[in-house]
C-alpha cells in the first residue's frame, strides 16, 4: 500500500511518520519549499519526543519521502489524507480556505479510484463540502472520509501508535473496508475503530477538546474558589479524582490551558453553536475563565511588589503550552510575559525547547537565558508557567543565592507547601495556601 499526507505540519508529519512505520509508503507533500528542503536533508521542524528515530529509520528505509509537487506526491496513492491547518478566523471560525484548495488542485489529479481522508480538525459539514469540490473536477469514483486526530503534544507517537481508539467517519462499504485494514497494525490490542456517520465523525473531535478543556476550566474555577474559602486544592483534587465517574486526568489546576487544540477547537465549536442560534453557554464561560486564569498571578506578582513592577526582574521558568513540546501556540507564557513588560518589569526565561519561538514572537520584550538557574541571577521573583520536569526538583539553596527576593509564583503547583517553608520561599501557587516566611 502507498498514502499520501497532504501538510507536513505537527499532525501530518506525525501521521505520515508514523504509518511508515507499519510499513507503508508513505508520500508527504507540503507547498513550503524550505521545510520540504529541510525534511529531505534529515531536519524534523518540531519537537516531538520519539518521532526523530521513526523519522530517519523510515527516510533510510526509503518508506517516508517528501516533496513540494502535489502531483508526483500523490502518484499510486491508494489513500490521501489531508492534514492541513484550519487557523482560527476573526469569529471563531475554522478556516478552511487551504483544505478546500487542495481539495480543488486533486479533483483532476486522480486517475483511479481515491480514499481523501479529513484528517484535520473541521467543522461539521467540511466532508461533504471536499467531496464537492473534487467531484466538481474529478472523473473518476473516490470518498471522502472523516477521521479525526486525537495526538497529544508531548506523547503524540505513542499516541498514534497506540491509539485510544480510531474514529472513522465514512457512508462507504468501500472506504470503511479499506480503512480499517490500513489502522489494523494499530489496534492489534483490540483497541476499538469506531464507524459512524461523516458528520458524527467531525463532531466527535471537537466534543471530546471541548470536554477536556471544561474540566480543566471548572477545576481552575474550584482552585479560585479554594483561596476564597481556605481550602486546598490539591486534596480536592484527590478527593474528585478517585472518583471513577470523573476520573484523575485533567484535573490538575493552574493558569490556563493553550496548545493549538484547545483553544482553537473551543471556538470552532462556539461558532458552530452560533450558526444555528444555539447559545452554547458552558463554552462560552469556558474561554472567558482560561482568558481570566492564564494572568491569573499577574495580579498576586502587583500585589506583592505593591503595585509597582518598574524596573523589578521577573524570571520565567517554562514557555511552552506544556512540557515536551516547543509548541507556544496560545501559550500562558506569551501573555504573562506581555503584562509584566506593560508594567515596566524586565523578563528573564527559560525553557528547554520553546525559546527561539518565542523570540520570533516577542523579540527584546523578553531576555532569553541557556539554563534553569542562569535566569535566577539578580531576579526579583520567579514565575513558573510550564511543568517541565526538570523544574520540579530544583537546589533551592542554590536559587536562593541568585535571587533577590526569595519568591516564586508558581502557576503549576510544583511544590509541597512545607518544603517551601522549609526552605524559606514566600511561595504563591494556584488554589492553595499562601506561604510567607
Not at 484527590?238 to 490556563?256: E, M, P, Q, Y
Request: proline share 4%; charged share 30%.
Amino acid at each position: 500500500m502507498k498514502i499520501a499526507v497532504v501538510g507536513t505540519g505537527y499532525v501530518g508529519l506525525v501521521t505520515g511518520t508514523c504509518f511508515a512505520e507499519t510499513g507503508i509508503h508513505v508520500s508527504c507533500i507540503d507547498i513550503d519549499k524550505k521545510k520540504i528542503q529541510s525534511l529531505n536533508n534529515g531536519e524534523i521542524p518540531i519537537y516531538e519526543p520519539g518521532l526523530e528515530v521513526l523519522f530517519k529509520r523510515n527516510k533510510r528505509e526509503r518508506r517516508l519521502s517528501f516533496t513540494t509537487n502535489l502531483t508526483e506526491g500523490i502518484e499510486g496513492s491508494t489513500i490521501i489524507f489531508l492534514a492541513l491547518p484550519t487557523p482560527p478566523d476573526e469569529d471563531g471560525s475554522a478556516d478552511l480556505k487551504y483544505v478546500l484548495q487542495v481539495a480543488d488542485d486533486l479533483g483532476p489529479l486522480l486517475k483511479n479510484y481515491t480514499i481523501i481522508v479529513d484528517k484535520s480538525t473541521v467543522p461539521v459539514g467540511t466532508t461533504e463540502k471536499v467531496r464537492a469540490r473534487i467531484e466538481a473536477k474529478s472523473t473518476v469514483e473516490f470518498d471522502v472520509v472523516s477521521n479525526p486526530e486525537f495526538l497529544r503534544e508531548g506523547v503524540a507517537v505513542d499516541d498514534f501508535m497506540k491509539p485510544d481508539r480510531v474514529v472513522i467517519g465514512t457512508s462507504s462499504e468501500r472506504a470503511k473496508k479499506a480503512m480499517g485494514e490500513l489502522f489494523a497494525p494499530l489496534v492489534r490490542q483490540g483497541n476499538p475503530v469506531i464507524y459512524m456517520d461523516e458528520r458524527s465523525a467531525e463532531l466527535t473531535k471537537y466534543a471530546a477538546n471541548s470536554f477536556l478543556a471544561t474540566k480543566i476550566t471548572f477545576m481552575n474555577e474550584i482552585a479560585n474558589l479554594c483561596e476564597l474559602l481556605g481550602a486546598d486544592v490539591d486534596m480536592v483534587r484527590k478527593g474528585v479524582g478517585t472518583d471513577s465517574r470523573i476520573g484523575k486526568r485533567f484535573l490538575f489546576a493552574g493558569i490556563g490551558y493553550g496548545g493549538s487544540c484547545f483553544p482553537k477547537d473551543v471556538q470552532a465549536l462556539t461558532k458552530s453553536a452560533r450558526d444555528k442560534n444555539y447559545d452554547f453557554r458552558i463554552l462560552n464561560s469556558v474561554i472567558d475563565v482560561n482568558r481570566n486564569q492564564k494572568v491569573k498571578l499577574i495580579n498576586k506578582i502587583k500585589k506583592y511588589f505593591n503595585g509597582d513592577l518598574e524596573g523589578k526582574t521577573i524570571a520565567i521558568w517554562g514557555l511552552s503550552f506544556k512540557p515536551y513540546t516547543d509548541d507556544i501556540r496560545e501559550a500562558p507564557s506569551l501573555v504573562n510575559i506581555e503584562s509584566l513588560v506593560a508594567e515596566g518589569a524586565h523578563v528573564k526565561a527559560y525553557d528547554p525547547e520553546a525559546s527561539d519561538n518565542v523570540l520570533e514572537v516577542l523579540g527584546d520584550k523578553v531576555e532569553i537565558c541557556d539554563e534553569e538557574y542562569e535566569v535566577l541571577e539578580n531576579a526579583d521573583a520567579l514565575l513558573i508557567i510550564t511543568e517541565w520536569p526538570v523544574f520540579r526538583t530544583p537546589d533551592f539553596e542554590v536559587m536562593g543565592k541568585l535571587m533577590n527576593n526569595k519568591v516564586i509564583f508558581d502557576g503549576r503547583n510544583l511544590y509541597e507547601l512545607d518544603a517551601m517553608r522549609k526552605h524559606g520561599f514566600n511561595y504563591i501557587s494556584i488554589g492553595r495556601k499562601e506561604i510567607y516566611v
